[in-house]
C-alpha cells in the first residue's frame, strides 16, 4: 500500500480509539490519564505478536524476528526518545480529553503536531514542499484548528501544545530510527522500549495506587477486554502509522490527521444519538453546520496536497 492508503485507514481506526478513549477517562472506568498511560504504553508490547505468524507463514511482507538486529547508539537515542515523547504526548491527550469532547481536543493536537513537525523539518533541512503543497498543508491546518471550536482553558491548551510537540517529536524522531533501521527492527525495539517505559511508570506510587483500585472494582473484567480491545486497534493504526512515516513525509502524515475528525464527525452524526454521554460526541445542530464548515476546508487542503 502506499503512504497515502495506509494513512486513510490508520486515521478511521484512530477516530474509533479517541472516543473510547474519551469514554475511558470521563466514565471513570479508569481513574486517571496516567494509569491509561501505563495501560496504552503497556500494551504496546502486544505489536511483537505481529512476528509470530512469519514463524508458520514463509511469505514476504510479514515482519519476521530474523530481520530484528541490535540497534546503534544514535538509533536506540531516536527510538527511547520517540517513545517518551509518545508517553508524554498520551498522558497530555488524555489529560485534555477529561475536560473536553474528543472532536474539540484531538483537531488541535493534529493541528499543532503538524506544525511543529513542519517546522522542526524546515529548521534541520529535512522537508522541502512545493508550493501548492504549503497551500494544501495550510488549509489542512486551519480546517482542524476551527473544528475544535476553540472551547478550551488555559490548561487545556497548554496540555494540548504538550501533546502536539510531543507527537511530533514522535513522528520525527521514528524516521530518523527507521531511516538508519528496517521496518521490523524499528518496530520492535519500539514496543520493547515502550512496555519497559510504561513499567518504570510502577514505580510511582500514585499509578500503583490508581492500578490496586481499580482491579478491585467489579466492572474490572469487562473493563479490562474494552481496553485490550481499543488498544488492538490503536495499535493497528500505530503499525499503519509508523510505516507510513517510513516511506512518506512526516510532515504530510502528521497534517493528514485531519481526516481522523473527519470520520470522527460522522461517527458522531450516525451514532452521537445513541451513545453514552460519556463519548462526549452528542452534537446539536449548529454543532454540526460548524464541523461541515471545517470539513470543507480540510478537504480542500485534501485535494490541494495530490492534485
Known amino acids: 500500500m502506499s503512504w497515502l492508503t495506509l494513512t486513510i485507514i490508520a486515521q478511521f481506526l484512530n477516530s474509533i ?10 466514565s471513570k472506568k479508569i481513574t486517571t490519564p ?25 511469505t514476504l511482507g510479514l ?3 530474523s530481520n530484528i538486529e541490535m540497534l546503534g547508539m544514535l538509533t ?50 529535512a522537508t522541502s514542499l512545493p508550493f501548492h503543497f504549503t497551500i494544501g498543508f495550510a488549509l489542512l491546518v486551519t480546517g482542524t484548528l476551527l473544528i475544535s471550536h476553540f472551547r478550551f482553558s488555559l ?3 497548554l496540555l494540548t501544545l504538550l501533546a502536539g510537540l510531543g507527537f511530533a517529536l514522535h513522528g520525527l524522531l521514528l524516521k530518523v530510527a527507521l531511516s538508519n533501521s528496517s521496518f521490523d527492527t524499528g518496530f520492535f525495539w519500539f514496543a520493547c522500549i515502550t512496555s519497559v517505559f510504561s513499567l518504570m ?41 509508523i510505516k507510513a512515516i517510513e516511506i512518506g513525509e512526516v510532515s504530510l502524515v502528521q497534517a493528514l490527521g485531519g481526516l481522523q475528525f473527519v470520520f470522527l464527525f460522522l461517527l458522531a452524526v450516525i451514532f452521537g444519538r445513541v451513545t453514552s454521554i460519556d463519548f462526549g460526541e452528542n452534537m446539536t445542530r449548529k454543532d454540526i453546520y460548524h464541523k461541515l464548515i471545517s470539513i470543507g476546508i480540510i478537504s480542500a487542503g485534501f485535494v490541494l496536497l495530490f492534485i
Open 76 to 125: 536506540f537515542s531516536a527510538i527511547a526518545t520517540a517513545s517518551l515523547s509518545q508517553l508524554v504526548a498520551l498522558w497530555a491527550l488524555f489529560s485534555a480529553l477529561k475536560k473536553n469532547d474528543a472532536s474539540d481536543v484531538v483537531p488541535v493536537i493534529g493541528s499543532l503536531s503538524a506544525i511543529c513537525a513542519l517546522v522542526i523539518g524546515f529548521v534541520f533541512g
Open 34 to 58: 496516567i494509569l491509561y498511560v501505563f495501560y496504552t504504553g503497556f500494551l504496546t508490547a502486544l505489536g511483537i505478536l505481529l512476528y509470530v505468524p512469519a514463524l508458520f507463514i514463509k
Open 201 to 241: 511508570l510502577f514505580a510511582f506510587r500514585p499509578v500503583r495506587k490508581a492500578f490496586f483500585s481499580q482491579t478491585k472494582e467489579k466492572h474490572i473484567k469487562s473493563t479490562g477486554a474494552l481496553l485490550i480491545g481499543n488498544k488492538v486497534i490503536a495499535g493497528i493504526a500505530g503499525i499503519l502509522l
Open 17 to 26: 480509539v479517541a472516543l473510547f478513549d474519551k469514554y475511558f477517562v470521563t
Open 155 to 157: 490548561t487545556t491548551f
Open 63 to 65: 515482519p519476521q524476528f
